[in-house]
Structures are given as structure tokens and as C-alpha cells.
């Protein structure tokens, strides 16, 4: 199991490599890739830490435009 430090190192790895695709429709990103990685992490976290992962990984995606906010989301129904 990785510490809640690890963690923390190994998520802003994986959110450095995420392109800001609100300002760059043309980058390069590789989802299954990302999918890859963010599962590891899961994996290697201990149960009381998934939640903060699946957090964090949430709101990566979010700041990148790869998927809608809460509040996005609620104003588009």
C-alpha cells in the first residue's frame, strides 16, 4: 500500500501529464493510458484512501476539460 504522500506524488505525476484541452482542442491525450495509470494508483492505495484518489482524479479531469463539472453538468439538463 502506498502512503497518503504517494499518493499525493503519484497523482500530480499523472495530473502534470494531462493537457489543458479547454485551451488546446488539438492536444494529444491518450484517455486509456491515463485510465492505466489512475486504476494503478486505486490499486496500490489502501481502503480508506480511494475515495480521496477518486477525488482527486475527478477534479484532474474536470480542470482539464475532459469531463464536465457538477455544476456544468447541472446547468446543461
Known amino acids: 500500500m502506498l502512503s497518503r504522500a504517494e499518493i499525493d506524488r503519484c497523482l500530480d505525476t499523472l495530473q502534470d ?3 489543458d484541452l479547454r485551451s488546446d482542442e488539438d492536444a494529444d ?3 486509456l493510458a491515463f485510465q492505466a495509470q489512475a486504476d494503478r ?3 496500490d492505495a489502501a481502503a480508506e484512501d480511494v475515495e480521496h484518489v477518486r477525488g482527486r482524479l ?3 479531469l474536470e480542470q482539464a476539460g475532459l469531463i464536465p463539472s ?3 453538468a447541472e446547468r446543461r439538463r
Open 17 to 19: 501529464q494531462l493537457p
Open 29 to 31: 491525450f491518450d484517455f
Open 41 to 43: 494508483i486505486r490499486a
Open 58 to 60: 475527478q477534479a484532474m
Open 70 to 72: 457538477d455544476a456544468e
